[in-house]
């Protein structure tokens, strides 16, 4: 067993690789504490039980998905470079398809990815009304394409990355 002392963050770390390689099963105190090589207790000193454990895992990800927003609104640069940075850092987060799947059970987690994905729709409406685009529809459909390319092309970011630009240059094509 571990001698070294556990933080929440190191279980949270280990549930979000636990989500991400077995789904929300995996979110159990035994398993993870397997995972990490500890005990049960370890878990339950820093979480009251798994749901509250699950709030937390929660909390963090929406903290985490906000704060990517917040990031790229005070980030500089033309528009259509920060609507494909926009793009690959929201691709590059190999936790949130299971999140997805998760939220059709999860009340609270289908709470904070429709608050997360109210904020991603704004700024893509912002930086396409930047590029002169304002049918606010060529927005829904980017989104829909971040929230969709992981399903198509689960294991394949750099697919994903450059379906997600070639969908940028179709809409940027529009503009002109």
Excluded: C
Excluded at 90 to 113: F, H, M, T
Excluded at 126 to 155: E, H, I, K, W
């Amino acid at each position: 067993m571990s001698t070294t002392r556990l933080t929440s963050d190191d279980w949270l770390t280990a549930g979000f690789d636990a989500l991400q390689h077995g789904g929300e099963n995996a979110l159990a105190a035994e398993p993870l504490a397997r995972q990490l090589g500890t005990t049960k207790g370890s878990f339950y000193w820093h979480f009251k039980d798994v749901p509250a454990f699950h709030a937390a895992l929660i909390a963090s990800w929406h903290e985490s998905a906000m704060g990517t927003v917040t990031a790229q609104l005070s980030g500089g640069g033309p528009a259509d470079q920060r609507l494909r940075s926009f793009g690959a850092e929201v691709l590059s987060d190999p936790v949130e398809p299971r999140l997805r799947v998760w939220a059709q059970s999860n009340a609270a987690l289908a709470d904070a990815l429709h608050k997360v994905d109210i904020e991603r729709l704004a700024y893509l409406t912002t930086l396409l009304r930047q590029l002169g685009l304002g049918n606010p529809d060529f927005a829904r459909a980017l989104l829909a394409a971040l929230v969709g390319l992981p399903q198509v092309s689960p294991n394949d970011r750099a697919v994903q990355t450059a379906t997600f630009d070639t969908l940028v240059d179709t809409v940027l094509a529009l503009s002109q």
